[in-house]
Protein backbone atom coordinates (compact mmCIF):
# COMPACT_ATOMS: atom_id res chain seq x y z
CA UNK A 1 0.00 0.00 0.00
CA UNK A 2 1.08 3.32 -0.90
CA UNK A 3 -0.74 6.60 0.42
CA UNK A 4 -0.56 9.65 -2.66
CA UNK A 5 -1.26 12.81 -0.38
CA UNK A 6 -1.91 16.48 -1.89
CA UNK A 7 -3.49 19.65 -0.37
CA UNK A 8 -2.21 21.54 2.11
CA UNK A 9 -0.13 24.60 2.36
CA UNK A 10 -1.18 27.91 3.50
CA UNK A 11 -4.07 29.61 4.78
CA UNK A 12 -5.22 32.80 6.66
CA UNK A 13 -7.88 31.87 10.19
CA UNK A 14 -11.38 31.66 8.74
CA UNK A 15 -10.39 31.00 5.15
CA UNK A 16 -10.48 26.69 3.68
CA UNK A 17 -8.02 24.40 2.23
CA UNK A 18 -8.52 20.72 1.18
CA UNK A 19 -5.95 17.57 1.40
CA UNK A 20 -6.69 14.72 -0.48
CA UNK A 21 -5.02 10.90 0.26
CA UNK A 22 -5.07 8.27 -2.34
CA UNK A 23 -3.94 4.30 -1.40
CA UNK A 24 -2.83 2.76 -4.28
CA UNK A 25 -1.43 -0.47 -4.21
CA UNK A 26 -2.20 -4.31 -4.91
CA UNK A 27 -3.47 -7.29 -2.92
CA UNK A 28 -5.50 -5.71 0.03
CA UNK A 29 -8.59 -4.53 1.08
CA UNK A 30 -8.81 -0.99 2.44
CA UNK A 31 -10.86 -1.07 5.81
CA UNK A 32 -10.13 2.70 6.82
CA UNK A 33 -8.82 5.58 5.47
CA UNK A 34 -8.53 8.99 7.79
CA UNK A 35 -6.18 11.86 8.16
CA UNK A 36 -4.69 12.65 11.61
CA UNK A 37 -2.54 15.56 12.55
CA UNK A 38 0.01 16.57 14.62
CA UNK A 39 1.23 19.61 16.07
CA UNK A 40 5.03 20.42 17.69
CA UNK A 41 4.99 19.30 20.90
CA UNK A 42 1.47 17.62 20.84
CA UNK A 43 0.21 13.96 20.34
CA UNK A 44 -1.34 12.79 16.98
CA UNK A 45 -4.50 13.19 16.86
CA UNK A 46 -7.81 12.04 15.20
CA UNK A 47 -8.81 14.57 12.38
CA UNK A 48 -11.49 12.38 10.53
CA UNK A 49 -11.97 8.84 9.04
CA UNK A 50 -14.04 6.86 6.57
CA UNK A 51 -14.72 3.36 7.46
CA UNK A 52 -15.14 0.70 4.39
CA UNK A 53 -18.68 0.53 5.39
CA UNK A 54 -19.19 4.67 5.20
CA UNK A 55 -18.99 5.48 8.63
CA UNK A 56 -17.68 8.74 9.33
CA UNK A 57 -15.77 9.98 12.54
CA UNK A 58 -14.57 13.34 13.40
CA UNK A 59 -12.23 14.29 16.02
CA UNK A 60 -14.25 17.20 18.81
CA UNK A 61 -12.15 19.90 17.64
CA UNK A 62 -12.65 19.73 13.92
CA UNK A 63 -16.65 18.77 14.11
CA UNK A 64 -18.83 21.70 12.10
CA UNK A 65 -15.32 22.42 10.55
CA UNK A 66 -14.12 19.83 8.37
CA UNK A 67 -15.34 17.79 6.14
CA UNK A 68 -14.55 13.59 5.09
CA UNK A 69 -15.85 12.49 1.92
CA UNK A 70 -15.24 9.75 -0.77
CA UNK A 71 -13.00 10.62 -3.75
CA UNK A 72 -14.37 10.62 -7.25
CA UNK A 73 -11.86 7.56 -7.54
CA UNK A 74 -11.81 4.22 -5.86
CA UNK A 75 -9.64 4.26 -2.27
CA UNK A 76 -9.46 8.00 -2.19
CA UNK A 77 -10.58 10.47 0.53
CA UNK A 78 -11.00 14.53 0.10
CA UNK A 79 -10.69 16.63 3.56
CA UNK A 80 -12.61 19.92 3.20
CA UNK A 81 -10.95 21.94 6.07
CA UNK A 82 -13.10 25.57 6.19
CA UNK A 83 -12.98 28.38 9.01
CA UNK A 84 -9.68 27.53 9.56
CA UNK A 85 -7.79 28.40 12.89
CA UNK A 86 -4.64 28.88 13.94
CA UNK A 87 -4.71 26.35 16.13
CA UNK A 88 -5.09 23.90 13.15
CA UNK A 89 -1.67 24.19 12.04
CA UNK A 90 0.07 20.94 12.28
CA UNK A 91 1.54 18.53 9.99
CA UNK A 92 -1.63 16.25 8.57
CA UNK A 93 -1.08 12.70 7.83
CA UNK A 94 -3.00 10.52 5.94
CA UNK A 95 -3.56 6.83 7.52
CA UNK A 96 -4.90 3.47 6.02
CA UNK A 97 -5.73 0.29 7.80
CA UNK A 98 -6.43 -2.84 5.53
CA UNK A 99 -6.41 -6.43 5.34
CA UNK A 100 -3.25 -7.87 2.90
CA UNK A 101 -4.81 -10.29 0.86
CA UNK A 102 -1.40 -11.85 0.46
CA UNK A 103 -0.16 -12.15 4.05
CA UNK A 104 -3.81 -12.66 5.01
CA UNK A 105 -3.29 -10.10 8.53
CA UNK A 106 -4.13 -6.80 9.08
CA UNK A 107 -1.83 -4.15 8.60
CA UNK A 108 -1.36 -0.04 8.84
CA UNK A 109 0.35 2.46 6.73
CA UNK A 110 1.38 5.98 7.09
CA UNK A 111 1.67 8.92 4.49
CA UNK A 112 4.45 11.44 4.17
CA UNK A 113 2.26 14.08 5.98
CA UNK A 114 1.62 17.11 4.12
CA UNK A 115 2.24 20.87 6.11
CA UNK A 116 -1.03 22.86 6.93
CA UNK A 117 -0.04 26.65 8.63
CA UNK A 118 -3.11 28.89 9.82
CA UNK A 119 -1.77 32.28 10.20
CA UNK A 120 -3.99 34.82 12.84
Known amino acids: VKLLESGGGLAQAGGSLRLSCAAT????????LAWYRQAPGKQRELVASVRDDGRIDYGDSVKGRFTISKGDAKNKIDLQMNSLKPEDSATYYCNAEFWDTVDHGPGIYWGQGTQVTVSS
Open 25 to 32: GTAFTLDV
